[in-house]
C-alpha cells in the first residue's frame, strides 16, 4: 500500500498546498482577520498543509533512507520535514500551554500572533518538501551531491551511542518531563490554588494540623466523610511542622505525575529491553488526554470560579 502511495507524494504536497490556499482564501473572504472563525479555519487550513507534508515528505524518507547518501536530495527533504514538524508542533504546544491545555488542538493551535508566526514556517517547510520530491520523482531517486554514509549508517552509530547511556540517566529525563508537564498549570497560576478541591484539601490539612487526629470525618463534598487518611496524614504533619499546605498541593501533584513517568519508563525497559521505547512509553503516559485533561479541567473550573 505504501509503495502504490508513495509513487503520488509529489500530488499530496501539491494537494495539501493547493487545499491550504483554498481555505486560507476562503477563511479571509468569509470572516474578519483573527476572529474565531477565522482562526479556527486558518488553523485547519495549516493542519491539512502540514499532515500532507509531512507524510509525503516521511514516505520520501522512507523510500531512500537506507541506501541513499545523506549529502543528497534527501537531506533537502529531511530539512524541510523537520521546519513543518516543528512549526505545527511549536505552534500547538504553545497554544496549549498558553491557555493551560484548554484548546483544541485541531481547529485551536493559533490563539494569538506568536502562534501564528510559528505555524507560518509550515509553508516554507513544506516548499522544501515539494521540491525535493519533485526531485526524486523526476530522477527517480535523489539527486547526490557527494558520497557519504547513508541514514541508515547514522542511525545505528546514533542508537550505539544512546545504547551506552545509563538507564537512570533515562529516568531522571523521565521524572523531569512529568513533572514539568504537570506543574507548568500550577506555576502559571502560582498565587491561586488550580481547581475547587485543593481548597479543600488545604482546609483538611489545615483542620489536621488544628486539631491532629488519627481518624476522623471531614467536611468533603458538602457532607462530612471519611477520607483516606494519607490525604490528612502526610499534607497535615507537614502543616504541622510549619509546611503551608498550599505549597504542598502545589508540587505534589506534579511529583506524582513525575513518579509515575519514571515508573512506566521502568516498567517499559524492563519489558522491552530498550531505552528508546522506554523513554518513548514514558512520553506516552505523561501526554496522554487524561493527564492533560486534567490540567485543562482545574485550570478552567478554576477560571470559573475566579
Known sequence: MLG?????????????????????????LCYVPWSVGWLRLVDLAFWVLSMGSMFAGFVEFWLFWRGCSVLS??????????????????????????????????????????????????????????????????????VVFAESPTFHDVFIRLVKVLGSMDIRWIYIACFIVGFLTRFYPKLKYL????????????????????TPKFLTSYLWLGGLRNLPPLITWVSGSLALLGADPWIFFKIY????????????AAIAHK?????????????ITVFNPFILGQSRSRVYINCEYL
Request: zero cysteines.
Open 191 to 210: 498565587d491561586l490554588p488550580i481547581g475547587w478541591d485543593t481548597l479543600e484539601y488545604i482546609a483538611i490539612a489545615r483542620d489536621f494540623a488544628s
Open 4 to 28: 502504490v502511495v508513495s509513487r503520488f507524494r509529489v500530488l499530496i504536497v501539491a494537494f495539501s498546498v493547493a487545499v491550504f490556499v483554498f481555505l486560507f482564501g476562503f477563511a479571509n
Open 253 to 264: 501533584p506534579a511529583t506524582a505525575v513525575g513518579l509515575i513517568s519514571m515508573l512506566s
Open 271 to 283: 519489558v522491552s529491553g530498550s531505552k528508546a521505547i522506554a523513554f518513548a512509553s514514558a512520553l
Open 73 to 142: 536530495t534527501l537531506l533537502i527533504d529531511v530539512v524541510g520535514l523537520g521546519v513543518v514538524v516543528f512549526a505545527r508542533f511549536s505552534s500547538a504546544i504553545y497554544s496549549l500551554l498558553k491557555t493551560s491545555f484548554y484548546v483544541q488542538v485541531v481547529g485551536g493551535s493559533i490563539v494569538d500572533e506568536v502562534s501564528y508566526r510559528l505555524i507560518s514556517f509550515a509553508t516554507i517547510g513544506s516548499l522544501i518538501i515539494f521540491s525535493s520530491t519533485s526531485l526524486s520523482t523526476w530522477f527517480r531517486k535523489p
